[in-house]
């Protein structure tokens, strides 16, 4: 029998494949909180690490975001060899842990400025492949701003990566925001014909944004675009990717219960683009999708266990 994820130590989490993940989260009732950072600045604690930080306000899953695998830089890890970064991650903060990976689309049509980004954060089945042998738990398909992801680029990276590792990684794919796109804004950040190219490919996690994060993305839109992705037997995760992870609390709670109200089975909150979501944010996310005894549960809870 399969704990709900929520309930989990970290001896519970050292023992699951991916299916028995899965079925966990599921088991959890839209009650699992995914943080993002940025390990190559300097550290919001400063000795201290930006995932450890996370984790101690109620992450249940840390994402780690423009983490390059051939070249891995994650400050306030101390004195470890970089292939082995994710690993210590994981011993310190007894988290699950995911990477962004970037589908990039150089023949999609673009606005404003476009970052190049380095081989090691592109989607592919290296770097999959590289993240998965390095200890990810999940590989999000996803883009950070101006950098040109299409879902046409995700739809191929997901076939791709899901045909050599699809058994082994969580396929997660989306996007927060337009991430560069002209024609993939608003309500066309993704569709009912992309989820269904999604779940067909092997993705099992949509990723779609939170409501009130991009313009024009209501709670009925995403609740939509969540019971069609449960349809399609697909979970999902609402992602807060615009900067508003750094807002004022009471937008938080107010985020993090529409994301309640549209039946996702995850919530994501960002990084803010240089670090990671104020550490207050993180724990007042959690307390308003599960109450104090859940957050403080987790926060709580021995590595040890």
């Known amino acids: 029998m399969i704990k709900r994820l929520l309930d989990c130590n970290t001896s ?18 839209g009650r699992i909180l995914v943080s993002e950072m940025i390990g190559m600045y300097d550290p919001v604690l400063h000795s201290i690490s930006n995932a450890e ?10 994402l780690l975001n423009m983490l390059d695998v051939y070249n891995p830089i994650f400050n306030g890890i101390p004195n470890v060899n970089n292939e082995e970064i994710i690993r210590e991650i994981k011993r310190l903060t007894g988290r699950l842990v995911g990477i962004n990976l970037e589908p990039v689309d150089k023949t999609h049509e673009t606005i404003g400025e476009i970052t190049p980004i380095s081989i090691g954060r592109l989607a592919t089945v290296e770097t999959a492949l590289k993240a998965y042998e390095m200890g990810c738990n999940m590989v999000v398909l996803t883009g950070n701003p101006g950098t040109g992801v299409s879902n046409n680029a995700i739809l ?23 991430a560069g796109s002209i024609k993939e804004a608003g309500e066309n950040i993704i569709t009912k014909s992309d989820i ?3 779940v067909d490919a092997g993705c099992d996690i949509i990723l779609l944004p939170a ?4 313009p024009g993305i209501t709670t009925d839109y ?47 909150i960002g990084d803010a683009g240089y670090k990671v979501a104020i550490p ?24 040890n266990r």
């Not at 050292?14 to 993940?21: R, S, T």
């Not at 409501?211 to 991009?214: D, I, N, S």
Request: net charge negative; proline share 1%.
């Open 12 to 29: 519970d989490f050292m023992k699951m494949e991916k299916l028995d993940i899965l079925e966990a989260i599921e088991a959890s009732e």
């Open 156 to 178: 191929s990276s997901i076939q791709q990566i899901n045909s050599v590792l699809g058994d082994k990684l969580i396929l997660v794919a989306g996007k927060m925001h337009a």
């Open 222 to 268: 995403i609740r939509e675009l969540v019971k069609y992705s449960h349809s399609l037997g697909a979970l999902t995760i609402t992602a807060i990717g615009t900067s508003q992870e750094d807002a004022d609390s009471d937008t938080i709670k107010q985020i993090a219960l529409m994301c309640k109200m549209t039946g996702t089975d995850m919530h994501h």
């Open 53 to 62: 930080t996370a984790a101690a306000f109620g992450a249940d899953i840390l």
């Open 280 to 303: 207050e944010n993180i724990m007042d996310y959690s307390i308003a999708i599960r109450g104090k005894r859940h957050t403080y549960a987790r926060m709580a809870r021995s590595i």
């Open 196 to 198: 269904k190219e999604f």
């Open 211 to 214: 409501p009130a994060t991009v």
